[in-house]
């Protein structure tokens, strides 16, 4: 598939980075049971959802930028999804998300932070387990009535 650049270019623009679907059904889920959080921070890697005084942050992972893609496609490897023009240059973005995503991982973890990552499609599949994962980190980590 051949488009004009500046096609491309509006296409992007379009792709949202923040309040997606998934991140404002898990954010509503998670207000729903009384947890209070924020959604702007100043933190490396800019997590969607942040328990200050718990010291969680939480990324709500797209599967195609970050690395899941492939899987929630139900294809057998990584490979399998860029079948398509411009492959190379697609495989080694998606890569640097990745490698990005892992390096502001432990960084945070290395400042006292918890990470936790939950894939867009399995907030779409599994809202409520999804929700789970988080309560259950932030109460552990600071205590029964979260506030932001």
């Given at each position: 598939?051949?488009?004009?650049?500046?096609?491309?270019?509006?296409?992007?623009?379009?792709?949202?980075?923040?309040?997606t679907?998934p991140?404002m059904?898990?954010?509503?889920e998670l207000?729903?049971r009384?947890?209070?959080?924020?959604?702007?921070?100043?933190?490396?890697?800019?997590?969607?959802?942040?328990?200050?005084s718990?010291?969680?942050a939480?990324?709500?992972?797209?599967?195609?930028w970050?690395g899941?893609?492939?899987?929630?496609?139900?294809l057998?490897?990584?490979d399998?999804?860029?079948?398509?023009?411009?492959?190379e240059f697609?495989?080694?973005?998606?890569?640097?998300?990745?490698?990005?995503?892992?390096?502001?991982?432990?960084?945070?973890?290395?400042?006292?932070?918890?990470?936790v990552?939950?894939w867009?499609?399995?907030v779409e599949?599994?809202?409520?387990?999804?929700?789970?994962?988080?309560?259950?980190?932030?109460?552990?980590?600071?205590?029964?009535?979260?506030?932001?």
């Amino acid at each position: 598939m051949n488009r004009a650049p500046a096609v491309t270019s509006r296409i992007m623009a379009a792709v949202k980075n923040r309040d997606t679907r998934p991140e404002m059904s898990l954010r509503r889920e998670l207000f729903r049971r009384g947890l209070r959080y924020r959604v702007r921070s100043t933190l490396i890697g800019r997590p969607d959802i942040v328990f200050v005084s718990a010291r969680v942050a939480c990324f709500v992972d797209g599967d195609r930028w970050h690395g899941n893609g492939w899987r929630a496609r139900g294809l057998t490897s990584f490979d399998d999804e860029f079948k398509h023009n411009n492959a190379e240059f697609w495989k080694a973005k998606i890569r640097r998300n990745m490698a990005r995503d892992k390096a502001v991982t432990q960084q945070l973890e290395a400042e006292g932070w918890t990470v936790v990552r939950i894939w867009a499609s399995d907030v779409e599949k599994h809202l409520a387990s999804a929700a789970d994962t988080i309560e259950n980190v932030v109460k552990k980590r600071g205590g029964g009535s979260v506030n932001a």
